[in-house]
Each structure stands twice: as C-alpha cells, then as structure tokens.
C-alpha cells in the first residue's frame, strides 16, 4: 500500500499543478475538479488492484463494476446538479472534464504498470 500510496500522491500533486497552473482555477472550480477526479480515480482504481491479472482483461463481477461505475457517473453529475452549490460545487468547463480524464488515464496506466513490478518483486 505504500507504493500504492506513493504513486496516488504524485498523480494528486500532478491535478493540483493542471488546475492551478495550467487551468488556473478558482477555488469553487478547484475544489469542485478535486472532488471529481479524486472519487473517479479512487473508483476506477479499485479495478486495477483488486487482481493480479492486468485489469482490462480480467472481468469484475457485475456488481463491483455497477457501482463502481454509478460512484464515477453521480460524481462528475452532482456538480451540475442543485446539490452542487449546497457542496460548494460548481460546473467546470469541458477543458477541466478532459483534464481529469486525462489525469486518471495515465494513474490508470501508471498503477497497471506499477502493480506488474510489483508482483514480479513480491510473491505472494
């Protein structure tokens, strides 16, 4: 779970340095980006270590892949919903949307890869 760990919070300080630095964004934008791309890639994560096999070809049950994918749909839905401002939420822009889908992509990539070092190090 350390390396698991690690690997997390680099992808953390890289979203941090695309909103703020590149995006630029206001703090109900940041805070609404954060929230996004922390429960989707914390979600879609889930997918990729629950097996040793690469994740895209080993099948979940069908029930961890609904409300995995119900948990990645409500919660890039609720900041364009009236529960937002309740939150502190607000809409991003299309550009933030791709940025966070492009930042959970390569954490994807970047666990897959991650996870096939490890068990080659690790026998368990």
């Not at 690690?6 to 995006?23: G, N, T």
């Not at 979600?43 to 995995?68: E, G, W, Y």
Request: overall charge positive; hydrophobic content about 60%.
């Amino acid at each position: 779970m350390v390396t698991f760990g690690i690997l997390s919070s680099v992808f953390d300080y890289v979203a941090f340095c695309l909103l703020l630095l590149v995006f630029h964004a206001t703090q109900v934008q940041f805070r609404t980006a954060w929230f996004v791309e922390s429960v989707v890639s914390a979600s879609l994560i889930v997918l990729v270590i629950r097996t040793r096999k690469p994740f895209f070809s080993s099948r979940p049950r069908n029930s961890l892949l609904l409300a995995t994918l119900s948990v990645v749909v409500i919660a890039v839905v609720v900041p364009f919903t009236p529960l937002a401002a309740f939150l502190g939420f607000g809409p991003m822009p299309l550009v933030f949307l791709l940025g966070i889908g492009l930042i959970v992509s390569l954490y994807i990539f970047a666990a897959e890869l991650v996870k096939r070092v490890f068990y080659r190090r690790v026998r368990l």
